[in-house]
């Protein structure tokens, strides 16, 4: 029986789900390498055989694969322009990504998206978004990406919507990873949050979070640390994660103003794991900005949490 594998790429990590008859029957994780375009693609490998084999199937039945990328794609060429938080694709040089893959898995089709709308369309299809026709997702992790559903339609733009952690919250602001100032990402993400968590530590401000990633072994502050360091009081964990949340309710305020959206689903390593107090408190940030305060979008978590981005990946690939 065929089976069609997802793949979601993040700045940590890679989750790889394989999917027969619409349904995840494995599913497999492995760390993002930070050493450039090549090893990524040998990583996607083990996380396509990993995924196979926690279906209980190999190479032999893998119909297709769908691919879920950070930054701005080329769908129809399969190549990633750019993506400031994934490491070795930060060249202006579109990497060809979906073609060499496919050439590794033997010609195997591969189909490539970008990861935050790719995470909506499963959530759309399959999670938390079903029953809307028009729905934001908005994935907080290493950076802040977002997928949009239209009138029951993805909508992409010419390839780069849905880039709402590019959007301006504070002029002249807080240096993003693309190199832009002030950006929601600059606030929200959790790699320019540890970067701002690095500043305040070497000017004399006391934190737990570095102590406890040298503990768990960790090379980058992860979603865990940051609450961990949160319930412990930790003073910077707590003004930082309360500025990503004056930021999204701005960013997500001024999305429903212009769109007026029926839903907006949260996830992301950082949202999945901060939770619905999380996503309540960007409610309550959101009301008082709201051009239509009485009706305002309905703030979900995701269906199928870091699994998303891969279930999406699947449904493109004809999962």
């Known amino acids: 029986m065929s089976v069609v594998v997802g793949l979601d790429v993040g700045g940590t990590k890679i989750q790889a789900v394989a999917v027969r008859e619409g349904m995840v029957a494995g599913s497999f ?11 990524v693609r040998l990583a996607l490998v083990v996380a396509v055989d990993g995924a196979l084999a926690e279906a209980g199937a190999d190479r032999g039945a893998l119909d297709a694969v769908g691919l879920a990328m950070p930054g701005a794609v080329d769908r129809q060429a399969g190549s990633l322009r750019s993506a400031p938080n994934l490491p070795g694709f930060q060249s202006p040089t579109p990497v060809p990504i979906g073609p060499s893959l496919s050439q590794t898995l033997g010609g195997v089709p591969v189909s490539l998206g970008n990861d935050a ?7 759309y299809r399959r999670g938390a978004g079903r029953g809307f026709r028009n729905v934001l997702g908005v994935w907080i992790g290493t950076g802040v990406g977002g997928g949009l559903i239209l009138d029951g339609e993805p909508f992409e733009g010419r390839g780069a919507a849905g880039e709402i952690g590019h959007m301006t919250v504070e002029p002249a602001g807080r240096l993003c990873g693309c190199g832009g100032r002030g950006h929601l990402e600059s606030y929200a993400g959790r790699g320019r949050m540890e970067v701002r968590a690095r500043e305040l530590a ?22 865990g640390i940051w609450l961990e360091a949160m319930r412990r009081g930790d003073r910077i964990a707590t003004m930082l994660i309360d500025e990503a949340v004056w930021a999204l309710g701005l960013a997500l305020s001024s999305v429903q103003n212009l769109l007026d959206l029926e839903a907006m689903v949260i996830g992301g390593g950082l949202g999945d794991r901060l939770g619905q107090p999380f996503i309540d408190r960007i409610a309550a940030e959101m009301a008082p900005l709201l051009f239509v305060p009485d009706r305002p979008p309905t703030l979900l978590p995701t269906g199928f949490m870091d699994l998303s981005g891969a279930v999406g990946a699947a449904v493109l690939a004809g999962g």
């Open 202 to 223: 070497k000017k004399g401000r006391r934190t737990s979070l570095f102590k406890l990633r040298q503990k768990k072994g960790k090379d980058r502050v992860t979603s």
């Open 29 to 39: 994780r492995t760390p993002t390498p930070p050493t450039g375009a090549r090893d």
């Open 117 to 123: 709308s790719l995470a909506m369309l499963g959530e």
